[in-house]
């Protein structure tokens, strides 16, 4: 089996192709902008090099090069839809015309919604994305959509919730980061339950996709469990081998500081306590069903553990 994978190099490449070469007997080529030292794959190229592997008899490509949300929204609206759309086209017009018979394209939960309304979150909601990330990966998605494949070839768009596990740089690093230094959460009043995509589960689903006759569509990824804030707070402290310090401070009080933050702009603020206190619920039965499982093989409790545990 040959498999080219685009963002081989980012966290999430770099642990698909090791969960890959543990399952399967696969050529995996590595498609990104630069080259580490060490890595398990068996070739690269740069991404002006595509046109050289035309005639390459390709199984499946797994398209993951994209530009990660901004927490910090320093970037432009335009270089989000240069990277993740443009690219698509580009890898998406390499794939009809090549031998390949399975195209993964990863997109993201935020390109349909960027708060659930109601329970959870499900592949009929209809998509709302509120900012430039998730803009463009719908974007992408209707591209891809609006091709007509030949029978032999099968597109899958997956929507990850948050994805986590070793090398993970991104929110919940930030979180392990204040926690092991002792400050205190002052948040604890607000309850919540969140949704997470263990590097694991995720490795499971491409594994199955690439081995199995899975149905093609649409379909969103995450654990089956669901956890909140002051439950990864005090995960995180006992993985330290500490107490965890979740203060439980009136919300009316901190609402208050909140709306004087949009005022005179203190660390908190309005849109930044939603954001930390907020619920995002995503439901996986459709892959579930697709895939003939009943759970998902990673705990949500037990991926974060390991996850934390690698920082």
């Known amino acids: 089996m040959n498999i080219l994978i685009t963002g081989a190099f980012g966290f999430v490449g770099t642990n698909l192709a090791k969960s890959i070469k543990s399952e399967l007997v696969a050529q995996l080529i590595a498609m990104d902008i630069f080259q580490p030292e060490d890595h398990v794959y068996d070739e690269f190229i740069f991404w002006d090099d595509l046109n050289k592997k035309k005639n390459e008899e390709f199984d499946t490509i797994i398209h993951l090069a994209g530009k990660a949300h901004d927490v910090k929204n320093t970037t432009d609206e335009a270089s989000y839809f240069e990277i993740n759309v443009e690219l698509t086209k580009q890898i998406f017009e390499f794939f009809i015309h090549s031998k390949a018979s399975k195209f993964i394209f990863f997109s993201s939960v935020k390109a349909v919604a960027d708060e659930v309304k ?74 919540n339950e969140r949704s997470f995509t263990s590097i694991d589960n995720l490795a499971f689903v491409i594994n199955a996709l690439l081995q199995k006759d899975i149905k093609p569509g649409t379909y969103q990824i995450a ?74 093989p990673m705990k949500a409790e037990r991926g974060i553990i390991k996850t934390i545990l690698s920082f």
């Open 223 to 296: 654990d089956d469990e669901v956890l909140s804030t002051n439950k990864l707070i005090e995960l995180i402290a006992h993985s330290k081998g500490k107490k965890a310090h979740i203060w439980c401070i009136n919300k009316r009080i901190i609402q208050s500081l909140a709306k004087l933050g949009d005022i005179i702009h203190l660390p908190i603020n309005s849109e930044r306590l939603k954001k930390l206190t907020e619920s995002y619920v995503v439901s996986n039965e459709k892959l579930k069903k697709a895939l003939q499982v009943e759970k998902m």
């Open 118 to 191: 109601g329970n959870r979150l499900n592949e009929s909601e209809f998509p709302n994305p509120k900012t430039p990330y998730g803009k463009s990966k719908l974007a992408a998605e209707n591209y891809l959509h609006g091709i007509t494949l030949p029978k032999n070839k099968k597109l899958y768009i997956l929507r990850p919730c948050m994805i986590h596990g070793p090398g993970n740089k991104g929110n919940l690093n930030l979180l392990y980061k204040q926690v092991a230094s002792g400050i205190p959460w002052p948040l604890g009043s607000f309850e």
